[in-house]
């Protein structure tokens, strides 16, 4: 498994502008997800991830909000690292209430819109205000997503997407000098094995090794500056 790159930010941001205050987004799709159960929390996790482009084969449907974070085997952790409350909060990490949330005992779910710092976080959250329900007729009911800030006390933790990890371009940087400095480095290397071989020869006498050594750190330095890294 391989997660797409995503600028989450971006991301997030494009998901609050295309659902907060809305039942429908712009393609006409409505928040309730399963069209079950009236709007729930769920139903806005389920958008989330979808959107995001994760399969949906294999991706667990989860009975409540706890159950989230409570299915360690669950396929979506390939996809997240979950993380603990103690931790700072990112734009983008979804954010998960325990069971003694609110006394419901289902916990809560929804996105972090940012982490405030005193104890709270900023989220986007549907059934944010608990109306969420179906009738015996299976009419739907509940009110749009809204932006709301809540306390951090109960929470599990957050659901922080893995970006891929992108391995860095290696720089062959003896590609990226010149043809003179390259001679000069050639030229101080030769100097070095024919002072090594000169003290092999006369048993490295003291006053040549110490002569032989300044001369090179001198040459180690030169070398050094024509292969360093290109400042940025």
């Not at 972090?112 to 959250?125: A, F, K, P």
């Not at 400095?181 to 290397?189: A, G, M, T």
Request: a neutral charge; aromatic letters at 14%; proline letters at 3%.
């Amino acid at each position: 498994m391989v997660n797409k790159a995503v600028d989450i930010n971006r991301f997030t941001n494009d998901f609050v502008t295309e659902w907060n205050g809305r039942k429908l987004n712009i393609n006409g799709a409505h928040v309730n997800f399963d069209g079950r159960y009236g709007i729930q929390c769920m139903d806005l996790w389920n958008y989330w991830w979808t959107e995001l482009g994760l399969p949906v084969a294999g991706f667990p449907r989860h009975v409540d909000a706890a159950a989230v974070w409570e299915d360690f085997n669950g396929k979506h952790y390939e996809y997240f690292d979950g993380i603990l409350p103690s931790q700072p909060a990112r734009k983008g990490d979804v954010f998960i209430y325990n069971r003694q949330a609110w006394g419901t005992g289902y916990g809560h779910i929804g996105i972090v819109i940012s982490d405030n710092g005193n104890g709270t976080i900023t989220v986007l959250e549907t059934n944010g205000l608990g109306d969420g329900y179906e009738d015996d007729w299976m009419n739907q009911y509940g009110s749009a997503p809204r932006i709301h800030t809540w306390s951090k006390e109960n929470l599990y933790g957050y659901l922080r997407y893995i970006q891929p990890v992108t391995k860095k371009k290696e720089v062959d940087f003896l590609a990226t000098i010149s043809q003179e400095q390259l001679n000069k480095l050639l030229s101080d290397v030769a100097f070095v094995k024919s002072e090594l071989e000169a003290i092999n020869v006369s048993g490295g006498k003291t006053v040549r090794f110490r002569d032989f050594f300044a001369q090179g750190v001198r040459a180690a330095q030169r070398a050094a500056a024509i292969l360093e890294p290109p400042k940025k």
